[in-house]
Structures are given as structure tokens and as C-alpha cells.
């Protein structure tokens, strides 16, 4: 079945940097790849999603890129603000699983003023 | 719009206990699943149901756990027994048809001791 890895597990970064969380899947029928952001407590929050038709998406400070050759796909965070400090899931599913959605391991983002 | 609403948010019972969720859905939206998250992982699928038909629950374990969704609406989720590792936070989420985009409940934080 489809695994995916996430990489790094925590990452640290000065407000106003750049983040970046990389990620891994292995099932190349896999064509839909969210991202979602958890607060401590809180339920997780879609932030961004790419199907696999497309190479890259923007949504103001947010971008996700994916390689379906080498099935990786990454989160791009720009110009980090304190409240983007969560942990970052990504998540991969394919149309005949019906939306199942196999999840990364996590990044525990922290961005310092 | 109400967004995925999940009762109780916490529970604490000790093992060999029953416990029940219970899950309201987004309006409208036909897919429900359930997901469990341990601590520092990302989401598990349990079960996933279209309207009221459980079309995915390979991963649930079914010799103490049950699910429902009656009418096809809101959806309640038992474990009977508990065990200790049980303990983590059960994820209720929904979409408007399978492999649309997942709107996460905030959670029911179980503990078993």
C-alpha cells in the first residue's frame, strides 16, 4: 500500500525565513496531495492541496510543488509569522481508495520572533 | 457554514469500559470517515462511509470496535472494550463525495487507564 514520508520532524526558523517540509510517497497512482496545518488541541485545517495534473500551486505566502517522477512533493512557506507555528501534515490518496488519505509523520514547525 | 462537529471532546475511562463518539458532518457532505491519531502521528483511517454504507473499515479492528451512520447523516463510532491502547484522539472528518476535499471534526482526546 501507499506510504509517505515526511521530512524534517521539526524545524526551527526566524520569523520572516523560509520553511520548507518535503515529503514522499511511494504508490505512483497516488494524484491528490493536501497539506494541513494542526495547532496544539485543534483539528487539522486543510492549507493547501495540488492534484496531480498540475506542478505547482500559490496561495499568498503558501506554495506546494510536486515531482510525480521522483514522487515527491513539497510545502513552501514565505516569510514565516510567529501563528505559523503548528505541526504540518501531508497526505497523499488515490480515486480508487475513495479519498483515503495516507499521512506523513508530522513537522513540528516553530518560527521565533 | 457549521464545520464538523464531534461529542464529547475528552473522555477519560478506564479499561475494559465502553465509550461511543458521535459525529455530526458538514451539511450536505455524503462521505464520512473516521480517523485515528496517536500522539506525535499523523491520521489513520478506521472506516470511511458513502451516505450510509461502510465502503471502507479494512482497518478497523473489529472485534471491539463498531460503527454506524444511520440515514446517512451523523455518525457514531464504540469501542467495546477499552484498552490501553486505545488512548489517542479519535478524528471525524467529511467530504461533499469521495475524494473531495476532507473537513476535519476537532476531535475526541480518549484516554483509557
Known amino acids: 500500500g501507499e506510504n509517505v514520508e515526511q521530512h524534517p520532524s521539526t524545524l526551527s526558523v526566524q520569523e520572516g525565513d523560509s520553511a520548507v517540509i518535503k515529503c514522499t510517497y511511494s504508490?505512483?497512482?497516488?494524484?491528490?496531495f493536501p497539506w494541513y496545518k494542526q495547532e496544539l488541541g485543534k483539528r487539522p485545517q486543510l492549507i493547501i492541496d495540488?492534484?496531480?495534473?498540475?506542478g505547482e500551486k500559490k496561495d499568498q505566502r503558501i506554495a506546494v510543488t510536486l515531482n510525480k517522477t521522483a514522487k515527491h512533493f513539497s510545502l513552501h512557506i514565505t516569510e514565516t509569522q510567529p501563528e505559523d507555528s503548528a505541526v504540518y501534515f501531508c497526505?497523499?490518496?488515490?480515486?480508487?481508495?475513495?479519498?483515503?488519505?495516507?499521512f506523513g509523520q508530522g513537522t513540528e514547525l516553530s518560527v521565533k520572533p | 457554514e457549521a464545520g464538523v462537529v464531534q461529542s464529547p471532546r475528552y473522555k477519560i475511562i478506564e479499561k475494559k469500559q465502553p465509550v461511543a463518539f458521535w459525529c455530526n458532518p458538514i451539511?450536505?457532505?455524503?462521505?464520512l470517515y473516521w480517523y485515528r491519531q496517536n500522539l506525535g502521528q499523523g491520521p489513520e483511517l478506521l472506516i470511511r462511509?458513502?451516505?450510509?454504507?461502510?465502503?471502507?473499515d479494512s482497518q478497523l479492528p473489529k472485534d471491539r470496535f463498531s460503527a454506524e451512520r444511520l440515514k446517512g447523516v451523523d455518525s457514531t463510532l464504540k469501542i467495546q472494550p477499552a484498552e490501553l491502547g486505545d488512548s489517542a484522539v479519535y478524528l471525524c472528518?467529511?467530504?461533499?463525495?469521495?475524494?473531495?476535499?476532507?473537513?476535519f471534526g476537532p476531535g475526541t482526546r480518549l484516554l483509557v487507564l
Open positions: 497526505a497523499a490518496s488515490k480515486n480508487n481508495q475513495g479519498g483515503k488519505l495516507i
Open positions: 495540488i492534484r496531480s495534473n498540475v
Open positions: 472528518a467529511s467530504s461533499l463525495v469521495a475524494g473531495e476535499t476532507q473537513y
Open positions: 504508490d505512483s497512482a497516488s494524484n491528490y
Open positions: 451539511s450536505g457532505h455524503n462521505t
Open positions: 462511509y458513502e451516505n450510509e454504507e461502510a465502503v471502507d
